[in-house]
């Protein structure tokens, strides 16, 4: 583009192409769009098409669709296949003109904003839900309700996609077709069907997909040609990137295709299969609603998984459960509620009423997704490296295998006459080995076995999935990082540092039955401690946040994109957390204290905050010191001022056990217990032997690379025992 050398910030006019898609990050979420360039500058020179850029934004975009017009002020880079523009202030719906935009208000926003006010009014999660399943419309959710929708992996429901247009375009044909019209005019009103349905809910990848295959599909069931709907989705994909070829670089696309490929292939013969097992239990209605709803479920999250691995990093390990029972409920939701965002404008009345039924099926929708995220380990961490890989190439190979395994067996045609041959049990099993066992069947058995090993031994909690009830202090497994919780209620705790990754630290909340998060304290900015950010933030959001950042010049501070209610520290603080009055199940008070937080350290581990704890527990006090990454230098200089206490309880060694971070606190404050916050395996050698030497056998140690997620829990103080998981 020929504005990118030029202008490092620049006013632009643009044309929305997709809509927002919402993207997790280690700081909250971020909202993504591809859009092309109308004119930009100062004085709005136009821009000869194509001119396409990447739109990172904050939640002024979730409003916007494609086709829209926005102007806003943006960061320009440039990676040399893709422009990418950073927006620094809030994206403003309309048109550039004399340095504001001018808000443009379409029939579709119109509609949006009619059916937001009236889903309002509905119960339960409904309120939330309605938008986002009825037309895609995901900003009434709110922070838990996303999660949830995500970690149970519901979220699809609420981003319109084929599923709700087959519906749509389904329930026309059988209106159209009940009332006895001929077969070009059904044809004629399904085609019309489906360009309402698009101008509705606005060009979405999925959407154009499904519209574009459902065109052809009945175009060759018009002309006699058939509707095998593997060639229909070739043509249908080959026709869109014909036309619009950048959709190939689009997520929702992908899964949209990826998903409709998979439900083609497998769906048909793995619910053959299933729901003969099915019918021995169940009648044959519940027995092929069930059998329909699970093949379809779990075609479509085995073809897309390995995709969704390349913009998230966890599994949702009971997805296909929430979605073997909330998928049912969505004809009842998107057949009804698409007509009432049809007539709630003009019959308001009558909308209302819609919504009021369909309320019910939605608030299900959203009560299991809320369960199920609730669930322990609802979210399992996808390994990195080449183990990740490796599992992914199985995921792939395996269930090749099988979906062709069971095309076959639906393929294979049955004998016209059976002959009943008295024979032994033996003499069929030899037979049958005989056929069935070549070279190429044992291989494709071994790399199914390989297969489901493997995810087992990657993801089957070898340590239960919740720490001891009555912990005081938890050291979170996450990795090569730090992260620990000091309990300060029956479900509230001190969370400091979070660690690398978010689903690890999402994963230890959940797993110490965390609601609640009274202080969360950042000890410095180093990703190996606020890397996992979000995930507290998925649990509960802190109600205070404090972190230290110092004046390293080769790490820039402003890159971490931090909460707006985080409040730096740089001079001693004292604050107290006091739950004991109204929470007699747990009571515990606690006085903390930051000793150091150097906001001029020239190195980022010596801005660390140095906290000391005090905590008031069974009419006794323990004592705690944690130092994030202090080095050792620093260290003495804290030690020769005075400003560290001893003796001390328990100890958290600096910088994972580091030599760097010296033996001189170890010795000063001669603690009962040190804990070390370390990853298995790790390339820097952490716990240094001279740091573990140091320590005795005097001093218990507790260390995450040995034990996982461990607990400490306080017996009658000054006593205290360590529970490990």
Same mark, same amino acid.
């Given at each position: 583009?020929?504005?990118?050398?030029?202008?490092?910030?620049?006013?632009?006019?643009?044309?929305?192409?997709?809509?927002?898609?919402?993207?997790?990050?280690?700081?909250?979420?971020?909202?993504?769009?591809?859009?092309?360039?109308?004119?930009?500058?100062?004085?709005?020179?136009?821009?000869?098409?194509?001119?396409?850029?990447?739109?990172?934004?904050?939640?002024?975009?979730?409003?916007?669709?494609?086709?829209?017009?926005?102007?806003?002020?943006?960061?320009?880079?440039?990676?040399?296949?893709?422009?990418?523009?950073?927006?620094?202030?809030?994206?403003?719906?309309?048109?550039?003109?004399?340095?504001?935009?001018?808000?443009?208000?379409?029939?579709?926003?119109?509609?949006?904003?009619?059916?937001?006010?009236?889903?309002?009014?509905?119960?339960?999660?409904?309120?939330?839900?309605?938008?986002?399943?009825?037309?895609?419309?995901?900003?009434?959710?709110?922070?838990?309700?996303?999660?949830?929708?995500?970690?149970?992996?519901?979220?699809?429901?609420?981003?319109?996609?084929?599923?709700?247009?087959?519906?749509?375009?389904?329930?026309?044909?059988?209106?159209?077709?009940?009332?006895?019209?001929?077969?070009?005019?059904?044809?004629?009103?399904?085609?019309?069907?489906?360009?309402?349905?698009?101008?509705?809910?606005?060009?979405?990848?999925?959407?154009?997909?499904?519209?574009?295959?459902? $065109?052809? *599909?009945?175009?060759?069931?018009?002309? %006699?040609?058939?509707?095998?709907? +593997?060639? #229909?989705? =070739? /043509?249908? &994909?080959?026709?869109?990137?014909?036309?619009?070829?950048?959709?190939?670089?689009?997520?929702?696309?992908?899964?949209?295709?990826?998903?409709?490929?998979?439900?083609?292939?497998?769906?048909?013969?793995?619910?053959?299969?299933?729901?003969?097992?099915?019918?021995?239990?169940?009648?044959?209605?519940?027995?092929?609603?069930?059998?329909?709803?699970?093949?379809?479920?779990?075609?479509?999250?085995?073809?897309?998984?390995?995709?969704?691995?390349?913009?998230?990093?966890?599994?949702?390990?009971?997805?296909?459960?929430?979605?073997?029972?909330?998928?049912?409920?969505?004809?009842?939701?998107?057949?009804?509620?698409?007509? $009432?965002? *049809?007539?709630?404008?003009?019959?308001? %009345?009558?909308?209302?009423?819609? +919504?009021? #039924?369909? =309320? /019910?099926? &939605?608030?299900?929708?959203?009560?299991?997704?809320?369960?199920?995220?609730?669930?322990?380990?609802?979210?399992?961490?996808?390994?990195?490296?080449?183990?990740?890989?490796?599992?992914?190439?199985?995921?792939?190979?395996?269930?090749?295998?099988?979906?062709?395994?069971?095309?076959?067996?639906?393929?294979?045609?049955?004998?016209?006459?059976?002959?009943?041959?008295?024979?032994?049990?033996?003499?069929?099993?030899?037979?049958?080995?005989?056929?069935?066992?070549?070279?190429?069947?044992?291989?494709?058995?071994?790399?199914?076995?390989?297969?489901?090993?493997?995810?087992?031994?990657?993801?089957?909690?070898?340590?239960?999935?919740?720490?001891?009830?009555?912990?005081?202090?938890?050291?979170?497994?996450?990795?090569?990082?730090?992260?620990? /919780?000091?309990?300060?209620?029956?479900?509230?705790?001190?969370?400091?540092?979070?660690?690398?990754?978010?689903?690890?630290?999402?994963?230890?909340?959940?797993?110490?039955?965390?609601?609640?998060?009274?202080?969360?304290?950042?000890?410095?900015?180093?990703?190996?401690?606020?890397?996992?950010?979000?995930?507290?933030?998925?649990?509960?959001?802190?109600?205070?946040?404090?972190?230290?950042?110092?004046?390293?010049?080769?790490?820039?501070?402003?890159?971490?994109?931090?909460?707006?209610?985080?409040?730096?520290?740089?001079?001693?603080?004292?604050?107290?957390?006091?739950?004991?009055?109204?929470?007699?199940?747990?009571?515990?008070?606690?006085?903390?204290?930051?000793?150091?937080?150097?906001?001029?350290?020239?190195?980022?581990?010596?801005?660390?905050?140095?906290?000391?704890?005090?905590?008031?527990?069974?009419?006794?006090?323990?004592?705690?010191?944690?130092?994030?990454?202090?080095?050792?230098?620093?260290?003495?200089?804290?030690?020769?001022?005075?400003?560290?206490?001893?003796?001390?309880?328990?100890?958290?060694?600096?910088?994972?056990?580091?030599?760097?971070?010296?033996?001189?606190?170890?010795?000063?404050?001669?603690?009962?217990?040190?804990?070390?916050?370390?990853?298995?395996?790790?390339?820097?050698?952490?716990?240094?032997?001279?740091?573990?030497?140091?320590?005795?056998?005097?001093?218990?140690?507790?260390?995450?690379?040995?034990?996982?997620?461990?607990?400490?829990?306080?017996?009658?103080?000054?006593?205290?025992?360590?529970?490990?998981?």
């Amino acid at each position: 583009m020929n504005f990118v050398s030029a202008l490092d910030t620049a006013r632009m006019s643009v044309r929305l192409v997709t809509d927002p898609v919402e993207r997790e990050g280690p700081f909250g979420n971020n909202w993504f769009v591809t859009a092309e360039v109308e004119a930009f500058g100062k004085d709005l020179t136009p821009t000869p098409h194509p001119a396409k850029i990447v739109i990172s934004g904050d939640t002024s975009l979730v409003d916007l669709g494609a086709e829209d017009q926005a102007c806003f002020f943006g960061r320009v880079t440039d990676n040399e296949s893709s422009v990418f523009v950073q927006a620094t202030a809030t994206i403003q719906p309309g048109t550039c003109a004399d340095g504001s935009a001018k808000p443009s208000t379409t029939g579709r926003d119109t509609m949006r904003a009619t059916l937001r006010a009236q889903a309002s009014r509905t119960i339960s999660y409904a309120p939330e839900l309605l938008p986002g399943l009825i037309l895609g419309d995901r900003s009434q959710q709110s922070e838990h309700v996303d999660h949830a929708m995500k970690v149970s992996g519901l979220s699809h429901l609420s981003a319109v996609s084929g599923a709700h247009t087959s519906l749509i375009a389904s329930a026309a044909t059988i209106l159209f077709r009940s009332l006895r019209l001929p077969r070009s005019v059904v044809i004629a009103a399904f085609l019309a069907t489906l360009l309402l349905f698009v101008q509705i809910v606005g060009m979405q990848p999925s959407i154009i997909r499904a519209a574009t295959m459902g $065109a052809i *599909g009945a175009w060759a069931l018009f002309f %006699g040609r058939g509707s095998q709907a +593997l060639p #229909i989705l =070739a /043509l249908s &994909t080959i026709v869109i990137l014909t036309v619009s070829p950048e959709l190939i670089h689009e997520v929702g696309f992908q899964l949209s295709v990826a998903a409709t490929a998979g439900i083609v292939l497998g769906a048909q013969p793995l619910e053959a299969w299933f729901r003969p097992l099915l019918e021995k239990f169940l009648p044959n209605f519940w027995a092929t609603m069930l059998s329909s709803s699970f093949a379809i479920s779990a075609t479509a999250q085995l073809a897309c998984q390995p995709l969704l691995l390349t913009f998230i990093d966890y599994v949702s390990a009971y997805s296909l459960l929430a979605n073997l029972l909330a998928t049912p409920l969505l004809p009842l939701i998107t057949v009804p509620g698409t007509v $009432a965002a *049809g007539i709630c404008v003009v019959a308001p %009345g009558i909308a209302q009423g819609i +919504l009021h #039924i369909v =309320a /019910l099926p &939605t608030a299900a929708v959203g009560w299991i997704a809320t369960r199920v995220a609730e669930l322990p380990g609802s979210m399992l961490p996808w390994p990195e490296g080449p183990g990740g890989t490796l599992l992914i190439v199985l995921h792939w190979a395996a269930s090749s295998i099988v979906l062709l395994k069971l095309l076959r067996r639906q393929r294979r045609s049955k004998p016209a006459v059976k002959i009943d041959a008295p024979r032994s049990r033996w003499t069929g099993i030899v037979i049958t080995a005989e056929r069935g066992l070549t070279a190429a069947n044992v291989v494709q058995l071994v790399v199914v076995l390989a297969a489901v090993v493997a995810h087992g031994v990657v993801f089957w909690p070898l340590r239960p999935t919740m720490v001891d009830a009555n912990w005081d202090i938890v050291g979170c497994d996450v990795g090569q990082g730090d992260m620990f /919780l000091v309990r300060t209620g029956t479900d509230s705790a001190m969370v400091i540092d979070t660690g690398p990754d978010p689903p690890l630290a999402r994963q230890c909340l959940e797993a110490a039955r965390i609601r609640q998060v009274d202080l969360l304290v950042v000890t410095h900015l180093h990703a190996d401690h606020v890397g996992g950010l979000q995930g507290v933030v998925d649990v509960a959001t802190p109600q205070e946040m404090i972190y230290s950042t110092g004046s390293d010049p080769t790490y820039d501070p402003a890159a971490t994109d931090l909460p707006d209610t985080a409040r730096q520290i740089d001079q001693p603080v004292v604050g107290i957390i006091d739950h004991a009055q109204d929470d007699p199940e747990h009571p515990v008070q606690l006085r903390w204290s930051i000793l150091s937080a150097d906001s001029m350290a020239s190195n980022e581990n010596n801005a660390s905050i140095v906290l000391f704890l005090e905590i008031y527990r069974h009419g006794g006090v323990v004592t705690a010191l944690f130092t994030g990454d202090l080095e050792e230098d620093y260290a003495g200089m804290l030690l020769a001022d005075q400003r560290i206490p001893a003796p001390i309880d328990i100890l958290k060694l600096s910088h994972h056990g580091a030599k760097n971070g010296g033996t001189a606190l170890i010795e000063h404050t001669a603690p009962t217990m040190a804990l070390i916050g370390v990853g298995e395996d790790n390339t820097y050698g952490h716990p240094h032997a001279e740091i573990l030497e140091a320590l005795g056998p005097r001093i218990q140690l507790r260390r995450t690379d040995v034990d996982g997620t461990f607990a400490v829990t306080f017996q009658h103080s000054p006593a205290f025992i360590a529970m490990e998981r």
